[in-house]
């Protein structure tokens, strides 16, 4: 996906939190293009991704911003 010029997703400007995983079946691709999935999060909007800790949520700028 490419968002470049794009309008914003509504969930980013609505300040729904974002996470990103790896759906990975081999160990060597665990976390392949998270700086990419980074980029086009902050394409489409978004400023923070979420991370959950201890049953909690804590929130985490992307870099570059």
Do not use: C
């Not at 509504?10 to 999935?37: C, M, N, Q, W």
């Not at 980074?38 to 489409?44: I, N, T």
Request: charged share 30%.
């Amino acid at each position: 996906a490419d968002f470049r010029g794009a309008r914003k997703f509504v969930a980013a400007e609505a300040g729904i939190p974002l996470t990103i995983s790896s759906d990975a079946h081999r160990p060597e691709d665990v976390g392949r293009d998270f700086k990419r999935a980074g980029e086009l999060a902050r394409q489409a909007g978004f400023r923070h991704l979420a991370s959950f800790q201890g049953g909690r949520m804590k929130l985490f700028p992307l870099p570059g911003i």
